[in-house]
């Protein structure tokens, strides 16, 4: 397998992003096949193999599920170029559509490019969930949030917050003043330098491992009484 991603990949973006037109795409599409699509095809299935050997509930999934279309939702957009500058996919066991928070997002292109993971839309019943056990188990989840390499890489939880939240958990709030949040997810901006001078696959790995007891705390759905 090849060397992924290489300058040329995001050599693409750059182009497309000043004849973002259907007319050069086409004319460029072979190079988009070779340069682009099947790297990162290739990326991705590397990525899901990888932590499949540990978890089953990756086992059967497939690349080709978890990519989103290059091609952009324009129906109700002001910007009405057709193609998005970046590649990205969901990498959850339920492939892009997974809304669950147990997996993670990511966009490789050369103005956004970087790891996503959380639980980003909860549905009413999950945010519950979500806050009710970081009210139940504070420790753990400071121990989690608080890690230095954590802090280091991810920083603070993202999300929109509520100015008081939920008033069952307003108690606990000031302790814990992510009960406000109505969504929880992590971020770390990536430069695209850093996936052409180191092997990507391990790069996305150790951020998903540091990641990965944030995942699981918010992706666990089973109800915790306070």
């Given at each position: 397998?090849?060397?992924?991603?290489?300058?040329?990949?995001?050599?693409?973006?750059?182009?497309?992003?000043?004849?973002?037109?259907?007319?050069?795409?086409?004319?460029?599409?072979?190079?988009?096949?070779?340069?682009?699509?099947?790297?990162?095809?290739?990326?991705?299935?590397?990525?899901?193999?990888?932590?499949?050997?540990?978890?089953?509930?990756?086992?059967?999934?497939?690349?080709?599920?978890?990519?989103?279309?290059?091609?952009?939702?324009?129906?109700?957009?002001?910007?009405?170029?057709?193609?998005?500058?970046?590649?990205?996919?969901?990498?959850?066991?339920?492939?892009?559509?997974?809304?669950?928070?147990?997996?993670?997002?990511?966009?490789?292109?050369?103005?956004?490019?970087?790891?996503?993971?959380?639980?980003?839309?909860?549905?009413?019943?999950?945010?519950?969930?979500?806050?009710?056990?970081?009210a139940k188990e504070p420790k753990v989840w400071k121990n989690i949030i608080e890690n230095r390499n954590f802090a280091e890489i991810f920083g603070e939880?993202?999300?929109?917050?509520?100015?008081?939240?939920?008033?069952?958990?307003?108690?606990?709030?000031?302790?814990?003043?992510?009960?406000?949040?109505?969504?929880?997810?992590?971020?770390?901006?990536?430069?695209p330098e850093l996936l052409i001078e180191q092997n990507p696959v391990t790069y996305f790995i150790d951020l998903w491992k540091v990641a990965e007891p944030?995942?699981?705390?918010?992706?666990?759905?089973?109800?915790?009484?306070?």
């Amino acid at each position: 397998m090849s060397k992924l991603p290489d300058i040329e990949f995001f050599e693409f973006f750059i182009e497309l992003s000043s004849n973002n037109n259907k007319t050069w795409f086409d004319a460029n599409r072979t190079r988009y096949e070779e340069k682009v699509k099947k790297p990162f095809e290739n990326l991705v299935q590397q990525l899901i193999d990888a932590i499949a050997t540990n978890n089953p509930d990756f086992i059967d999934l497939q690349a080709k599920e978890c990519i989103f279309r290059i091609n952009k939702d324009i129906r109700f957009s002001k910007d009405k170029t057709p193609y998005k500058l970046n590649r990205s996919a969901v990498i959850a066991p339920g492939g892009r559509k997974d809304m669950s928070g147990k997996g993670f997002y990511v966009e490789v292109g050369p103005e956004s490019c970087g790891f996503y993971t959380g639980s980003y839309m909860p549905e009413k019943d999950q945010l519950f969930a979500i806050r009710n056990k970081i009210a139940k188990e504070p420790k753990v989840w400071k121990n989690i949030i608080e890690n230095r390499n954590f802090a280091e890489i991810f920083g603070e939880v993202r999300g929109n917050r509520q100015s008081k939240g939920d008033p069952q958990f307003r108690p606990f709030a000031d302790a814990l003043p992510e009960l406000k949040n109505t969504q929880f997810y992590i971020y770390h901006p990536i430069e695209p330098e850093l996936l052409i001078e180191q092997n990507p696959v391990t790069y996305f790995i150790d951020l998903w491992k540091v990641a990965e007891p944030f995942t699981l705390f918010v992706g666990d759905k089973k109800e915790i009484s306070v």
